[in-house]
């Protein structure tokens, strides 16, 4: 008899890649090997459960940046910041238009960090569930609220 505890759909893949069988029928979970099967239940760690929901925080906290600051618009911002700090750094001035250039940017890069600071605090909290090896929590976890908007 298999002792189920959920642990995700990485789980199952990981039975089916070891080459055994693991359904449910009438409300018991039956395995094509009950020993093979449980070792794998067992050994199948809360780092493992959780592994596919971190990917799916950063990847989000990715598309968040992107979608609003694509990669070439941050390379273009991150050069001319570059020449506006090094214009200052060799004892020029800005004008006005130009600090305000330069207030913008910083803007734009506290916001990235604001987003970059919730995904941290996403993962953090998923970190906490699997050194509890709190399975149940890893994979009820909702990373999609608390984010920059």
């Known amino acids: ?4 505890i959920e642990k995700g759909y990485g789980l199952h893949a990981v039975i089916s890649a070891a080459g055994h069988s693991l359904i449910e029928r009438d409300g018991s979970w039956v395995a094509d090997d009950d020993a093979a ?8 760690t809360a780092a493992e459960t959780a592994a596919p929901i971190i990917s799916e925080i950063k990847a989000h906290a990715r ?7 694509p990669d070439w618009k941050q390379t ?3 050069a001319r910041s570059v020449e506006l ?3 200052i750094a060799t ?3 800005l004008t006005t238009a130009e600090q305000a250039e330069l207030d913008a940017m910083k803007a734009v890069w506290s916001w990235i960090k604001s987003v970059r600071a919730a995904s941290d605090a996403h993962e953090a909290a998923v970190a906490a569930l699997v050194a509890a090896s709190d399975f149940a929590g890893i994979l009820m976890y909702d990373w999609r609220a608390g984010w920059p908007e």
Request: charged share 20%; hydrophobic share 45%.
């Open 91 to 93: 004892g020029g001035a």
């Open 63 to 69: 598309e968040i940046i992107l979608t609003r600051y």
């Open 1 to 4: 008899m298999i002792n189920y």
């Open 76 to 78: 273009n911002m991150t």
């Open 37 to 44: 099967v449980q070792a794998v239940i067992d050994a199948y």
């Open 85 to 87: 700090t090094e214009r």
